[in-house]
């Protein structure tokens, strides 16, 4: 499981911060050309916002608003795995991670005795069962918790600075900031499965 994007999203549904890992961390997913890295941008900004329709939702999954703030499992859209939680100050951390792990690849090669990826998923029913892609049902939620607990950290320390204004939740722009978040995945998609 690789993480491919983190949203923060304020108490009234402004994006704080959407951060894609689609350039150096995923070169190995597919992504080729300029058109497909913003292709990828643009599904992972949209995945961002279709997760707040989830928050709003009467029918959330149970978990999403717990006191606790741990990750629930929000919806599936393209291979993406949204997660999502809620802090007690209404701050939406929103995690999307892609059940292809680049570390644990399948081959495509067509012999006689190996079969294709189209004929090993109609065979096992699942991509789950599929070398290189994580099975739904083993992925913890445990897994994704210090990944959030380290994000909002991050969020916390950096509102806390004595120069911005407290009741003025503005997008972030911090190179700072940016780096940590992004070294937080970078540990995390190292250390995955």
């Known amino acids: 499981m690789q993480i491919r994007f983190v949203s923060l999203i304020s108490r ?5 911060y959407i951060q894609a890992f689609v350039g150096e961390e995923a070169k190995d997913t597919q992504v080729s050309s300029k058109e497909e890295e913003i292709n990828e941008l643009l599904k992972y900004n949209f995945l961002s916002h279709m997760s ?18 741990k990750p629930t499992l929000l919806f599936v ?3 993406i795995l949204v997660y999502g939680s809620e802090t007690l100050t209404g701050l939406k951390i929103v995690v999307g991670c892609s059940r292809y792990n680049p570390n644990n690849k399948f081959t495509e090669e067509n012999n006689t005795n190996e079969k294709t990826v189209v004929s090993k998923i109609t ?3 699942s991509l789950g069962s599929l070398e290189g892609f994580a099975d739904t049902d083993m992925i913890e939620i445990s897994d994704l918790e210090p990944v959030t607990n380290a994000i909002k950290k991050e969020y916390i320390r950096y509102s806390c600075n004595p120069f911005l204004d407290p009741k003025e939740e503005t997008e972030i722009k911090s190179d700072k900031f940016d780096k940590r978040i992004k070294d937080i995945v970078n540990n995390f998609n190292l250390s995955s499965i």
């Open 12 to 16: 009234d549904n402004r994006p704080l």
């Open 52 to 69: 707040l329709d989830v928050f709003e939702s009467p029918f959330a999954p149970v978990g999403t608003h717990s006191s606790q703030g």
């Open 77 to 79: 859209q393209d291979g």
């Open 123 to 125: 065979d096992e029913k």
